[in-house]
């Protein structure tokens, strides 16, 4: 008589969040159930309200303080994967050890931590960060005639981080110290599971997770909006000159999880290049009743900038990447109608 497996259990941290709540849907796509933590139960209440037919799928788990060890440990009973998404993200702090720094490599440390402890845990998957790669200081960040791939780190350290009054720089050291400190970890201690890290720069793509609003948006999504709805009147310099559509970041973590060629290897997840004035163009052509607002677009092509190498990627993933142009038209059809939706409430 045959038996019907059960389907393997992931725990993702920060389920609710703009890449985690893309990473959810793709794992219930993908047969997987989820264990998915949130701050607080009402997080988990709305998005189930707004995916019910996934909400069976999910199970979630309360976590106020992803830094505490035994509240992850105790997350990650019963689970074969985990998928680490959480982590500090402002650029408006006054304490770059308290807000960013330390947060990021508890965050990461506690999580592996607790995964060390279940020896049915196969694989550790994290969301490190193209700033953990590239040096955003060095000829402004962009670096012409330079070429990226996963071989690459940000030399920033916590003690750089720390001395240098630089917001953003303690904010890309701070997915360079957490990364660091994942493998650090893994080398030092020899889990039984094996250690996956991609690194995604700025990321476009519809938003999945549950009450988002025009004035509630992620920092990528945030960054579209103010251009491509009109509140900036010209357009700003696109200082990170390339992308990844926030769904083929989910594929890609959710495929490493089973793929044998990811095990203990870092990850490039970029598409393409972009830069603003290019998006006014793609707006202005696929959505033509949205042009009068938009801002002037004088630049016909990116700023010289590096290149980037994601050979790897595709290779060990047979990936097709979202094009630029599918991935900004599907991210402003969802925020023209939800605009639409906003003020229709208020009327």
Same mark, same amino acid.
């Given at each position: 008589?045959?038996?019907?497996?059960?389907?393997?259990?992931?725990?993702?941290?920060?389920?609710?969040?703009?890449?985690?709540?893309?990473?959810?849907?793709?794992?219930?796509?993908?047969?997987?159930?989820?264990?998915?933590?949130?701050?607080?139960?009402?997080?988990?209440?709305?998005?189930?309200?707004?995916?019910?037919?996934?909400?069976?799928?999910?199970?979630?788990?309360?976590?106020?303080?992803?830094?505490?060890?035994?509240?992850?440990?105790?997350?990650?009973?019963?689970?074969?994967?985990?998928?680490?998404?959480?982590?500090?993200?402002?650029?408006?702090?006054?304490?770059?050890?308290?807000?960013?720094?330390?947060?990021?490599?508890?965050?990461?440390?506690?999580?592996?931590?607790?995964?060390?402890?279940?020896?049915?845990?196969?694989?550790?998957?994290?969301?490190?960060?193209?700033?953990?790669?590239?040096?955003?200081?060095?000829?402004?960040?962009?670096?012409?005639?330079?070429?990226?791939?996963?071989?690459?780190?940000?030399?920033?350290?916590? =003690?750089?981080?720390?001395?240098?009054?630089?917001?953003?720089?303690?904010?890309?050291?701070?997915?360079?110290?957490?990364?660091?400190?994942?493998?650090?970890?893994?080398?030092? =201690?020899?889990?039984?599971?094996?250690?996956?890290?991609?690194?995604?720069?700025?990321?476009?793509?519809?938003?999945?997770?549950?009450?988002?609003?025009?004035?509630?948006?992620?920092?990528?999504?945030?960054?579209?909006?103010?251009?491509?709805?009109?509140?900036?009147? =010209?357009?700003?310099?696109?200082?990170?000159?390339?992308?990844?559509?926030?769904?083929?970041?989910?594929?890609?973590?959710?495929?490493?999880?089973?793929?044998?060629?990811?095990?203990?290897?870092?990850?490039?997840?970029?598409?393409?290049?972009?830069?603003?004035?290019?998006?006014?163009?793609?707006?202005?052509?696929?959505?033509?009743?949205?042009?009068?607002?938009?801002?002037?677009?004088?630049?016909?092509?990116?700023?010289?900038?590096?290149?980037?190498?994601?050979?790897?990627? =595709?290779?060990?993933?047979?990936?097709?990447?979202?094009?630029?142009?599918?991935?900004?038209?599907?991210?402003?059809?969802?925020?023209?109608?939800?605009?639409?939706?906003?003020?229709?409430?208020?009327?």
């Amino acid at each position: 008589m045959s038996t019907v497996s059960s389907p393997a259990v992931v725990l993702i941290t920060g389920g609710n969040g703009f890449v985690g709540s893309a990473i959810v849907l793709e794992l219930i796509k993908q047969s997987y159930r989820v264990k998915a933590t949130v701050r607080s139960q009402s997080k988990a209440d709305a998005f189930d309200k707004q995916y019910p037919a996934q909400s069976s799928s999910i199970e979630w788990v309360v976590v106020a303080d992803l830094t505490d060890e035994a509240a992850m440990t105790a997350a990650a009973v019963d689970v074969d994967y985990v998928i680490h998404v959480a982590s500090p993200f402002s650029f408006e702090f006054t304490d770059p050890v308290e807000s960013v720094l330390k947060p990021a490599k508890e965050m990461t440390l506690a999580t592996l931590k607790a995964a060390a402890k279940h020896p049915r845990i196969k694989r550790v998957v994290t969301t490190s960060s193209f700033v953990a790669v590239w040096d955003p200081l060095k000829d402004s960040g962009l670096w012409p005639g330079k070429t990226f791939t996963a071989e690459d780190w940000d030399p920033a350290t916590w =003690e750089q981080a720390v001395s240098t009054p630089n917001p953003y720089f303690a904010m890309a050291a701070s997915k360079t110290v957490a990364e660091r400190a994942a493998w650090d970890f893994v080398a030092q =201690e020899k889990p039984s599971f094996a250690l996956t890290t991609f690194c995604p720069p700025i990321m476009f793509g519809p938003p999945h997770q549950a009450e988002v609003t025009t004035s509630s948006l992620n920092t990528g999504t945030g960054i579209l909006w103010e251009v491509l709805s009109g509140q900036l009147k =010209e357009i700003p310099e696109t200082k990170m000159p390339i992308f990844v559509d926030v769904r083929d970041l989910a594929y890609l973590q959710v495929s490493a999880l089973t793929n044998e060629k990811a095990k203990n290897q870092r990850y490039l997840a970029i598409s393409n290049h972009w830069y603003m004035e290019q998006l006014v163009d793609i707006v202005k052509a696929e959505f033509p009743g949205q042009a009068a607002r938009l801002p002037p677009a004088v630049r016909t092509r990116a700023p010289d900038h590096f290149d980037f190498d994601v050979i790897k990627t =595709e290779r060990d993933f047979d990936i097709k990447w979202i094009p630029l142009r599918t991935s900004i038209f599907d991210t402003m059809s969802f925020l023209y109608d939800r605009e639409r939706e906003e003020k229709a409430v208020k009327v």
